[in-house]
């Protein structure tokens, strides 16, 4: 299971998040 919550955080992308994967959508927005 902590390898699927990882894989599914870093590198599956996400319509609700303009797909970007949670992680890349957070440091997106952290960083503006």
């Known amino acids: 299971l902590p390898r699927w ?3 599914y955080n870093c590198s ?3 319509s609700g998040l303009n797909m970007k994967s949670p992680r890349e959508f ?3 927005k952290l960083a503006s």
């Open 5 to 7: 919550i990882e894989d």
């Open 12 to 14: 599956h992308p996400h």
């Open 26 to 28: 957070l440091a997106m």
